[in-house]
């Protein structure tokens, strides 16, 4: 299978159920998150995004929460179907070069596997 | 419509030749990035143009060399070919400014094996 010799973290559901995918960020001074789900043979797409002055926001079915105390991410999926079947990645945005620049900076992304 | 679209999807080649991909995007971004991705899934930023101006260049070899004719295109450009360079390659594309940024958008992925 896809997992194999991947050694991502991985989080399997049933479908119907809720998931709940963790990343924690590394620079306390990153200002805007974002949520990417990548299907196998795809790129990364966007799901859903936060700016640091929110901790909580909901989008169809998938609602993203940061805590800035402990620089942590979450991102939950309610209702999880087979279609969410993918690899998940929270990524944290950076001002860079003096403040000039933006980088967008991805973290080790999770293996969502959901059982019909 | 493709928004970023990326040429070519697969490209098989041997060690020590030279191949461009090139990446176009229709969605009047001012920045385009190039990410790799390796076996582990990991995505790392390779480069960042802002208005066709390099502004990230992350530590990559200097086989690797980025070209943006236009805003709207930055192709990748990788003399020597190396096994270690096997990996799928993403073009992306989002648009900054005002002190803000919006999420980058990815193309589907170039899946570059060298033998």
């Known amino acids: 299978g896809e997992s194999v010799g991947l050694h991502l973290p991985t989080l399997s559901v049933q479908e119907g159920d809720n998931s709940i995918i963790n990343c924690a960020y590394s620079?306390?001074?990153?200002?805007?998150f974002i949520w990417y789900k990548q299907e196998s043979g795809k790129g990364p797409q966007f799901i859903i995004d936060i700016r640091s002055n929110m901790d909580k926001r909901q989008g169809q079915r998938v609602t993203v929460l940061l805590n800035k105390t402990v620089k942590h991410l979450s991102l939950q999926i309610a209702a999880t179907q087979p279609g969410d079947s993918a690899v998940y990645f929270c990524?944290?945005?950076?001002?860079?070069?003096?403040?000039?620049?933006?980088?967008?900076?991805f973290g080790k992304g999770t293996l969502l596997t959901v059982n019909p | 419509d493709t928004a970023v679209s990326q040429t070519p999807k697969y490209l098989v080649t041997q060690m020590g030749n030279d191949k461009s991909i090139k990446c176009e995007q229709n969605l009047g971004h001012d920045t385009m990035y190039w990410y790799k991705q390796d076996s582990k899934k990991f995505l790392k930023i390779m480069f960042s143009y802002n208005n066709k101006e390099l502004i990230i260049n992350e530590t990559v070899p200097n086989r690797f060399s980025p070209k943006s004719p236009d805003k709207a295109h930055l192709n990748l450009h990788i003399n020597s070919l190396e096994l270690g360079d096997s990996a799928v390659y993403f073009c992306?594309?989002?648009?900054?400014?005002?002190?803000?940024?919006?999420?980058?958008?990815f193309g589907q992925g170039t899946r570059l094996t060298v033998v």
């Open positions: 620079n306390s001074a990153s200002d805007y």
């Open positions: 990524a944290e945005n950076l001002l860079t070069g003096g403040g000039s620049n933006y980088k967008l900076t």
């Open positions: 992306a594309s989002s648009q900054e400014g005002r002190g803000r940024f919006t999420e980058a958008f």
